[in-house]
């Protein structure tokens, strides 16, 4: 939800940006027009977080090229009966409870809250009204004026400007847009953009109304003399409009009152610099509305010296073997390939439906010499973009996870001493860890228990290297033949939750921004 509305944000903001700098450039001032500008800003506002969530994305290649990628670990798998068991729906927390909202978004929600609840009432209260202190024009999709007690004692010119007034409310449906930018403000309560675009709104409409009573043949000082004998009359009351309307005074009085006595009317717009400021307006808000910025293809990126893609043939099993000068895959589906290249996880690799990676290919592919082996993952991103005109785009997606954390009391193990490799091996029910970082712990969980279903986080800050073990499972249990995948899988959930409170640590279910790798296309491989 954060990171939904932030991205909405930043987005609404780069619009905003844009059109107002358009406006700018193509002298637009006529209130009217603007008018129609920024009540289309305030509903693209209110659908862009429908559109980041779930519309589609044009990748804009902005950014440098990525030339550091990240290099993905090998673990050892689960002993037999439990890398393949069949996961359950785990619980929202491996303790059994359940996470509370962070206090940002009890903060956000209540914002919402507020503000929700005065519209509401706002609206409910002008379905009712009956009596006004000044005219108001309510009604958000079928408006109605209504007139003070007062009116009945108006001289005929009075009332004809009054009517003629609200009456552009009703034509130019002002309520609507005013309602639809104070629920615009309700959901972004925390971007100052949204409050500015409800008063500009209400603002730019009465001076729009304002210029039609004018036109209309109105005495300017005549009408401001009205304005201001309205504007009086809510002060003598002590009170404001409380009811959701467009109310005749309004905002912006005293700058109001000046146009119309300096009766410096704007110019007219040709349709051919409408049209210039329309389109350029759209264009603009549809690139920040649906691009996304990735990261430019590097030129320099180094590619193999020979390479074979043949669609593989082999039966179960598959062999796996990178080089100094080179890597040999065999019987490996694309899928693996494109995870490996890009340096994620699974959960971090997502398409659309016509995009198929569970086809299984050979690749055999040499460099001219020894390159390290992150270059060799390097080279690989090459090959599958030439060969198989592979093109993706990274993007911030917000998914549930597990955040490792330290329980209270503090950890419950030493640093390492040794000076052998990092790793972590299976050993009799157990997972013996030996020089390990809190990350690497994070990355075997994932990628070693099935039943968690969802990425682990290291927020243990914690940055030394440990050893330690973590006992899942009862050796001699598990040998069950009742429900051996069931039966090992549960024994796996209960034995690391203890496990871990044993070692000081605790895993908190939340969900977080992850970036992922999204698969724009993807094509059958080319000839070799």
């Known amino acids: 939800m954060q990171t939904l509305l932030f991205e909405s944000a930043v987005r609404a903001t780069l619009i905003a940006t844009a059109v107002a700098l358009v406006l700018w450039i193509m002298r637009i001032k006529t209130a009217s027009v603007l008018h129609a500008v920024w009540a289309s800003v305030v509903v693209l506002m209110l659908l862009l977080p429908a559109w980041v969530a779930w519309g589609p994305k044009a990748p804009l290649p902005v950014l440098p090229p990525d030339r550091t990628p990240v290099v993905a670990l090998s673990l050892p798998p689960l002993p037999a009966g439990l890398a393949d068991a069949t996961p359950r729906t785990s619980p929202a927390r491996q303790d059994g409870g359940y996470a509370l909202p962070d206090a940002v978004t009890m903060i956000y929600f209540l914002g919402f809250g507020v503000l929700l609840f005065r519209l509401v009432i706002g609206t409910v209260r002008a379905s009712r009204l009956k009596f006004c202190v000044a005219p108001i024009t309510v009604g958000i999709l079928h408006s109605r004026i209504v007139l003070p007690e ?14 003629a007034h609200e009456g552009e409310h009703v034509r130019r449906r002002d309520p609507l847009f005013q309602w639809l930018a104070l629920l615009n403000r309700a959901i972004f309560w925390f971007h100052p953009l949204a409050w500015w675009l409800e008063r500009r709104l209400s603002g730019l409409a009465e001076e729009a109304c304002d210029a039609a009573v004018i036109a209309r043949g109105y005495d300017p000082r005549e009408y401001s003399g009205y304005l201001l004998d ?3 009359s809510v002060q003598r009351a002590g009170t404001r409009v409380s009811a959701l309307g467009m109310a005749m005074p309004g905002i912006g009085l005293k700058h109001r009152i000046q146009q119309m006595l300096n009766h410096a009317p704007s110019p007219r717009i040709s349709r051919k610099r409408m049209a210039i400021a329309a389109s350029a307006c759209a264009m603009l808000s549809a690139i920040f509305a649906a691009g996304t910025l990735v990261r430019a293809q590097s030129a320099a990126r180094p590619v193999f010296e020979v390479a074979s893609i043949r669609p593989s043939d082999a039966g179960p099993g598959s062999v796996r073997q990178i080089k100094p000068d ?28 016509a995009v198929s990676l569970a086809e299984r290919y050979d690749i055999v592919a040499k460099a001219a010499g020894p390159v390290p082996e992150s270059q060799v993952k390097l ?63 994070a990355g075997t969980l994932l990628s070693n228990l099935p039943s968690l279903r969802r990425p682990v986080l290291d927020r243990t800050e914690l940055d030394g290297i440990y050893d330690f073990s973590l006992h899942l499972f009862d050796p001699d249990a598990a040998k069950s033949e009742s429900d051996p995948k069931g039966d090992l899988v549960r024994q796996v959930d209960n034995g690391l939750t203890a496990s871990l409170k044993d070692l000081g640590l605790k895993l908190e279910s939340q969900r977080a921004p992850i970036e992922i790798v999204v698969i724009d296309h993807v094509e059958k491989p080319s000839e070799n």
């Open 326 to 353: 080179g890597l040999t895959y065999m019987n490996r589906s694309l899928a693996e390939y494109i995870l490996l290249a890009y340096g994620v996880e699974s959960y971090q690799l997502t398409h659309g439906p």
């Open 150 to 163: 007062s009116a009945k004692n108006w001289p005929q010119a009075q009332l004809d400007a009054v009517l």
């Open 230 to 232: 309205l504007a009086k």
């Open 379 to 441: 080279m690989l991103r090459s090959l599958l973009e030439d060969r198989f005109r592979l093109s993706v785009h990274r993007e911030s997606k917000e998914l549930p996870v597990y955040i490792l954390t330290v329980a209270k009391g503090g950890p419950h193990f030493n640093k390492s001493e040794d000076d052998g490799p990092m790793g972590a091996a299976p050993k009799d029910g157990f997972f013996l860890y030996r020089r390990t970082s809190m990350a690497y712990l």
